[in-house]
């Protein structure tokens, strides 16, 4: 089966010069999309984004920092973006914020946080795991539905994509889409294979702390994760999943965004990225990302589609 994807660019209100996709995409089980990131050059904003509301989250005594886009013509629809590890609300080279300009031009309100232990927020990154940030994640998503109705859609990348399919299965009613970035599950087979991101962990054993480009981790990332299974229970969700795996990541192999999109089947889109690293940092591989995505849940939130 082929099939040539639609004109986004008057849902987005943004204009994508000479974007085209190949002929002969191909779809299978999980609707497999496969295209040249060459074709897209990065978009051009038609209308200027609404200034960016500070606001915050107090988490079991703790200050979780984040930002609110607001829409300049709001649909309802509300996007939660999840950063990776050791990085910003922000994202990698400001994917977020490029983002968040394309998704509040198609209506979308968006919001974004800095996990504790990251960016503006409390905490030290020494204490991070991955249990309490699948909570911080929860109470930034009733943040979220607290502001007014409306589907949410939820963007997550690296670990902060990993960790935001565990958080579709734990509530797979409060969403209607999930877009995974590069999610990272292949961190527990890291840990469990005595390193992260290719360093080995004996540094964690000898010291106590985990030297995570330049940042302090400590044991309780490494002893959480041992036990942690990132694929439990999420076939729960049953909205609609996007998934983004480039097949030069040099952190995530792309068996692991192939075994996400098996487990959602048929409600899963896998668009795979030939020359794309683990942060899409590339231009035309950035710039292709931020189109699919933001066409995606565009187009979801034009229909109303909540499941």
């Given at each position: 089966?082929?099939?040539?994807?639609?004109?986004?660019?008057?849902?987005?209100?943004?204009?994508?010069?000479?974007?085209?996709?190949?002929?002969?995409?191909?779809?299978?089980?999980?609707?497999?999309q496969?295209?040249?990131?060459?074709?897209?050059?990065?978009?051009?904003?038609?209308?200027?984004?609404s200034?960016?509301?500070?606001?915050?989250?107090?988490?079991?005594?703790?200050?979780?920092?984040?930002?609110?886009?607001?829409?300049?013509?709001?649909?309802?629809?509300?996007?939660?973006?999840?950063?990776g590890?050791?990085?910003?609300?922000?994202?990698?080279?400001?994917?977020?914020v490029?983002?968040?300009?394309?998704?509040?031009?198609?209506?979308?309100?968006?919001?974004?946080?800095?996990?504790?232990?990251?960016?503006?927020?409390?905490?030290?990154?020494?204490?991070v795991?991955?249990?309490?940030?699948?909570?911080?994640?929860?109470?930034?998503?009733?943040?979220?539905?607290?502001?007014?109705?409306?589907?949410?859609?939820?963007?997550?990348?690296?670990?902060?994509?990993?960790?935001?399919?565990?958080?579709?299965?734990?509530?797979?009613?409060d969403?209607?889409?999930?877009?995974?970035?590069?999610?990272?599950?292949?961190?527990?087979?890291?840990?469990?294979?005595?390193?992260?991101?290719?360093?080995?962990?004996?540094?964690?054993?000898d010291?106590?702390?985990?030297?995570?480009?330049?940042?302090?981790?400590?044991?309780?990332?490494?002893?959480?994760?041992?036990?942690?299974?990132?694929?439990?229970?999420?076939?729960?969700?049953?909205?609609?999943?996007?998934?983004?795996?480039?097949?030069?990541?040099e952190?995530?192999?792309?068996?692991?965004?192939?075994?996400?999109?098996d487990?959602?089947?048929?409600?899963a889109?896998?668009?795979?990225?030939p020359?794309a690293?683990?942060?899409?940092?590339?231009?035309?591989?950035?710039?292709?990302?931020?189109?699919?995505t933001?066409?995606?849940?565009?187009?979801?939130?034009?229909?109303?589609?909540?499941?």
């Open positions: 089966m082929t099939s040539k994807p639609a004109d986004t660019s008057r849902a987005l209100g943004v204009r994508y010069p000479d974007a085209a996709e190949p002929e002969g995409s191909t779809f299978g089980p999980a609707r497999m496969y295209a040249s990131a060459y074709a897209v050059r990065p978009p051009v904003q038609d209308h200027p984004m200034r960016p509301e500070s606001i915050s989250i107090d988490f079991r005594s703790q200050r979780i920092a984040g930002v609110r886009y607001p829409a300049p013509r709001p649909n309802g629809a509300k996007v939660l973006l999840n950063h590890f050791g990085v910003t609300r922000t994202g990698v080279g400001r994917a977020f490029d983002l968040a300009r394309g998704l509040t031009n198609s209506g979308c309100t968006v919001f974004a946080f800095d996990r504790l232990g990251h960016g503006e927020s409390d905490g030290r990154f020494l204490d795991s991955v249990p309490d940030e699948l909570d911080q994640l929860s109470a930034m998503l009733d943040h979220v539905l607290a502001d007014g109705n409306g589907p949410v859609h939820l963007v997550g990348h690296s670990l902060g994509g990993m960790e935001s399919a565990c958080l579709a299965a734990r509530r797979p009613g969403l209607a889409s999930l877009t995974l970035w590069a999610a990272a599950a292949v961190f527990v087979d890291d840990v469990r294979s005595g390193q992260i991101q290719g360093k080995s962990l004996d540094m964690l054993r010291t106590g702390v985990f030297d995570f480009k330049g940042q302090a981790l400590g044991p309780r990332f490494v002893e959480t994760a041992e036990a942690f299974d990132p694929f439990a229970e999420l076939g729960a969700f049953t909205g609609k999943v996007f998934v983004h795996q480039g097949e030069a990541d952190v995530v192999p792309f068996e692991y965004a192939q075994k996400y999109a487990i959602w089947s048929e409600n889109v896998l668009y795979r990225y020359d690293d683990h942060g899409w940092n590339r231009l035309p591989d950035r710039a292709l990302l931020l189109q699919r933001q066409a995606d849940i565009a187009g979801l939130a034009d229909t109303g589609t909540e499941h």
